[in-house]
């Protein structure tokens, strides 16, 4: 959609009024703020409290689904009831219990085979920063102006495109390298919604590009955009972080 519309606190009520209501959240640029590099982030105390009161009121139906390995969300989410998807959806904490999908072995290989070089690319870019999450990799690149940032793509494009098994895709600040087959935030969404009833409706929030996989999974639920990426499949939209916060208090306010 072109033109999504914003969203209310009275809106969310009406959608979730008499349905059970699933509380799906992307985390950089969704629940926090963006920052130069991922390690630089802020969580603000009050934000915690919030997710810890709706997983209170939805025991079960609350995740957060980021493309950060799930290592790095335990550490930014000490909320143990929570249930934590990492890697776009190839690691997991439900429960208590993490769980892992089986990685394609040629994947394995060809992540190994990169590594190194765009280990050696981000340490050689002043500005830039790799993410190695085992799984996958953010290549971040706020710190480019879009002439560097232009050059610093053919040079990832070069080092991954002999690799078929391996994937470019683009994301807020960074490019995401990752396996062709592995598995996306709509395949999070959907086995998350796997055992929910037919009338569940599922509230999904996320910024980036690989939100929309999550967007397009639900289909009629409640999609919103954060932050003024268009074009979008989400139905409505909150203008930064810090709106979604304030949805959330007030959500969680009674």
């Known amino acids: 959609m072109s033109s999504p519309e914003l969203l209310t606190p009275d809106l969310v009520r009406r959608f979730t009024a008499s349905h059970l209501a699933y509380w799906l959240f992307d985390w950089d640029g969704t629940l926090v703020d963006l920052a130069p590099r991922p390690d630089a982030i802020k969580v603000p105390p009050a934000l915690l409290d919030h997710l810890r009161r709706l997983e209170k009121s939805h025991p079960g139906r609350v995740a957060v689904i980021s493309g950060r390995s799930l290592d790095d969300l335990e550490t930014w989410i000490p909320l143990p009831r929570l249930i934590l998807v990492g890697n776009h959806g190839a690691e997991w904490r439900v429960e208590g219990q993490r769980r892992h999908a089986p990685q394609d072995p040629g994947a394995a290989a060809a992540l190994d085979a990169v590594r190194t070089p765009l280990h050696d690319l981000a340490r050689s870019l002043p500005g830039t920063a790799l993410e190695d999450k085992g799984w996958t990799f953010s290549f971040h690149v706020r710190g480019l102006g879009a002439e560097e940032r232009e050059t610093c793509r053919t040079v990832i494009q070069a080092i991954v495109g002999p690799h078929p098994a391996?994937?470019?895709?683009?994301?807020?600040?960074?490019?995401?390298?990752?396996?062709?087959?592995?598995?996306?935030?709509?395949?999070?969404?959907?086995?998350?919604?796997?055992?929910?009833?037919?009338?569940?409706?599922?509230?999904?929030?996320?910024?980036?590009w690989t939100d929309e996989d999550a967007f397009e999974a639900v289909g009629t639920g409640l999609t919103v955009v954060v932050g003024n990426r268009r074009p979008t499949r989400a139905r409505y939209h909150l203008p930064t972080p810090r709106h979604v916060r304030a949805l959330l208090q007030n959500l969680t306010a009674y």
């Open 166 to 208: 391996l994937c470019i895709r683009p994301a807020d600040g960074c490019w995401e390298i990752r396996p062709v087959l592995g598995p996306t935030k709509g395949d999070a969404v959907k086995r998350l919604l796997s055992n929910a009833p037919a009338s569940a409706v599922p509230c999904v929030f996320g910024d980036d």
